[in-house]
């Protein structure tokens, strides 16, 4: 076996390399779910086999240098980006706690054991500890997997990780400073103890000074590109160099550069919805390539062979990776016994938390550089990566089944005889905010359902159809491919009609939608035509919600939403409905929310977010009356969405003053981004056909009494 192993050919051509990792990464899924075994599992072991120390088919080059550092930062990047934020700001001590345990308890008990049992002498058993006391995500692409991304329990692993993470670096740096004189000016004339202090003002001042740039810069720099750049490619590149310029920041400061990635993750958080089309490429070209090549990389780092070179080495990585483990499950279930959490959460955070690789290995190379580390403790470490992984993976993917099916029976018992119809049609005509239209619906749209959605081009049938028509289908095939993108179903169409809003008003029927998505014009003004003939000729006899939209700059880089809500609006079958969208629309674009109304409405308002939405943050401030709607514009930014929700004539919440709206939005909310919601207006069992003497399908636009008032006024 040791000459098969000495004769085996090393690939050394870039395409053949390429080639074969490429075939570990198609086929590892394939073989584990055979076998009952997280795929994550597979390419370790893959890298374990092909490597080096298995049968030395591949070298461990710079290739798996570069983009194995690339696939940590991935993991550290998609961690901080798809964090729960308000989640994170209302349970902070919960964060803290739990970081502390899982860095801590570890640490301590991996010091004492090292200290006692394994005759380790005090820095190497310090280093030891910070060794165990970090953790590196590597299941979280399972939690990708089962879109639990936002759970609370990920959540809180997550943030403990980042929390343990930076301790142990900064206690590794600490221990690093006591054996070498730092490089700092004027260090050579100074006392050892003076040196160091200087060492650690501006290693303090050097984070400080990156976490405040970070925050000032990166928000401001990332509004002003979105809001210019829709271009799929150069977000995404424009993305990964902000990533990339984090992490080699913080690798200049003295932390590992996956801090920087975390961190950059956390800050573009609230700009790259959990839905977009951004978000699903970033995922993809990450779970696709760099997470496992990086994955890959680690198994290629374990030497088994060392287990059987004697009784010693079996003993080390049998305790360290049992007190290291160990230490990590008494902090998880510590703390969801304080955080009063069920058992599957508990199990997910000692899993997600259990797992050590980058951080471990980057330590252990301190450690070696200040010659604390004998080849016995580097090779324990080595195969404790290996098993830690193996219980990491296995326990989180157990764990995750069992909050999905949790969850998927405490919705199937909530909606009980509750049917809900959420089928979106979303009209579209203009290719500038076709795209804006469609990042609308997906956010709006109930994940869980995951039902498609229906993309509708009405095209006026005339001399010029045929042209229409080849352009509507051009719009729907790449609104389509953007669709696909964030892998979410359309079904599209293309119709001819003599009348606009008819046609609408048929394929709206025709694919049994619940509510229509559409835009106003290109145009920043309202015009009169398109809001009194165009919109009353479409909702006359369509008694179903209608949200039209007008944007001004990209929905990711919105701060506030705000509500104009008439009063008795509460008392209107699509109240929920229209409120439900909104309280989707906050949550995924991580704006807050302020609605304007009465208190009657606002009681209803509070306990629907709490019961559905407790993460939104919403605000409420008294409207007294709607004639107050023409102060709110004052306070309405460019990076604010002002929504109205309007009534139609003869509904419990319709009031004369709703007349002037479109002479309103034309003189005071021009130029803004706006929404205008008309609810349902008889619930989902009406029939929209329903026509009788006392409720005719068509209203006239302006009345005969109108028509008497306005000759008194233009007689005085």
């Not at 003869?650 to 007349?659: D, H, P, Q, R, V």
Request: aromatic letters at 10%; hydrophobic letters at 50%.
């Amino acid at each position: 076996m040791s000459m098969l192993l000495a004769t085996a050919p090393l690939i050394s051509d870039p395409t053949l390399i390429f080639f074969v990792v490429l075939l570990i990464i198609l086929f590892a899924p394939i073989i584990m779910s055979k076998l009952r075994i997280p795929h994550i599992i597979g390419m370790v072991l893959a890298g374990v086999l092909v490597g080096p120390f298995g049968l030395n088919v591949l070298e461990r080059g710079s290739s798996f240098e570069i983009f194995g550092q690339v696939g940590l930062y991935y993991i550290m990047f998609l961690a901080g980006l798809e964090m729960d934020m308000k989640s994170v700001k209302k349970n902070t001590k919960r964060f803290f706690t739990f970081g502390l345990l899982t860095c801590l308890v570890p640490l301590t008990m991996t010091y004492v054991v090292a200290r006692l049992v394994l005759d380790y002498t005090h820095p190497t058993s310090f280093l030891l500890g910070c060794i165990m006391a970090s953790n590196t995500l590597i299941a979280y692409p399972i939690i990708g997997r089962y879109g639990l991304q936002r759970h609370s329990s990920v959540a809180l692993s997550v943030g403990s990780s980042m929390i343990s993470l930076f301790l142990s670096l900064v206690m590794i740096a600490v221990l690093s400073a006591a054996y070498t004189r730092p490089e700092v000016p004027l260090a050579s004339q100074l006392p050892a103890f003076a040196s160091q202090l200087i060492f650690w003002l501006f290693f303090l001042l050097k984070l400080a000074a990156f976490i405040a740039g970070s925050v000032f810069i990166i928000p401001r720099l990332t509004r002003y590109f979105l809001r210019r750049y829709s271009d799929a490619v150069m977000q995404y590149i424009f993305v990964l160099s902000v990533m990339f310029l984090s992490a080699a920041l913080t690798a200049f400061i003295g932390l590992e550069g996956i801090f920087g990635a975390f961190f950059s993750g956390l800050i573009l958080n609230r700009y790259i919805p959990h839905v977009s089309p951004l978000m699903n490429r970033i995922e993809f070209i990450g779970n696709a390539v760099f997470i496992p090549y990086f994955l890959i990389g680690v198994g290629m780092l374990i030497n088994v062979t060392t287990l059987f070179q004697g009784g010693e080495v079996v003993w080390i990585v049998v305790l360290i990776a049992f007190i290291g483990t160990f230490g990590k499950a008494v902090a998880a279930y510590i703390s969801s016994l304080l955080f009063r959490l069920p058992q599957r959460d508990g199990n997910m955070m000692f899993g997600l938390t259990s797992a050590h690789a980058a951080g471990a290995i980057a330590m252990v190379m301190v450690g070696m550089r200040l010659n604390l580390v004998n080849d016995d403790m580097l090779n324990g470490v080595v195969i404790m990566i290996l098993v830690t992984c193996v219980i990491s993976t296995i326990v989180t993917e157990r764990s995750a089944q069992s909050i999905v099916l949790h969850e998927k029976a405490h919705l199937a018992a909530a909606t009980a005889g509750k049917g809900d119809d959420e089928k979106i049609l979303l009209c579209v005509k203009y290719p500038e905010i076709a795209p804006q239209l469609l990042s609308l619906s997906l956010m709006m749209r109930n994940q869980r359902l995951n039902r498609g959605l229906v993309a509708l081009n009405v095209v006026y049938d005339d001399g010029n159809s045929s042209i229409g028509h080849e352009q509507g289908l051009r719009l729907l095939e790449n609104l389509q491919q953007q669709a696909s993108a964030s892998e979410v179903r359309m079904q599209t169409q293309v119709r001819l009609a003599t009348n606009i809003a008819n046609g609408i008003k048929h394929a709206f029927r025709e694919f049994a939608c619940s509510e229509i998505v559409m835009g106003m014009h290109v145009h920043t003004d309202v015009s009169p035509k398109f809001w009194g003939e165009f919109i009353q000729s479409l909702y006359n006899g369509l008694n179903r919600q209608i949200i039209l939209t007008r944007f001004v700059q990209p929905l990711s880089t919105l701060r506030l939403i705000q509500v104009a809500v008439p009063s008795r609006a509460e008392y209107e079958p699509g109240f929920h409905r229209w409120l439900e969208r909104l309280s989707r629309l906050a949550e995924q674009s991580g704006c807050r929310i302020q609605f304007h109304g009465r208190q009657e409405s606002f009681v209803l308002i509070r306990e629907h977010l709490s019961s559905h939405h407790p993460n939104v943050r919403a605000e409420f401030s008294i409207m007294t009356h709607w004639n107050e709607l023409p102060q709110l514009a004052a306070n309405i930014a460019d990076d604010h969405m002002f929504v109205i929700v309007t009534a139609r004539k003869g509904t419990i919440s319709y009031k004369n003053a709703l007349e002037h709206l479109p002479d309103e939005l034309q003189q005071y909310f021009s130029g803004k981004n706006l929404m205008i919601i008309f609810p349902d207006q008889f619930g989902n069992d009406t029939k929209e056909e329903a026509m009788s003497f006392t409720e005719a399908q068509h209203h006239e636009e302006r009345s005969i009494y109108d028509a008497i008032l306005r000759l008194i006024h233009s007689s005085h």
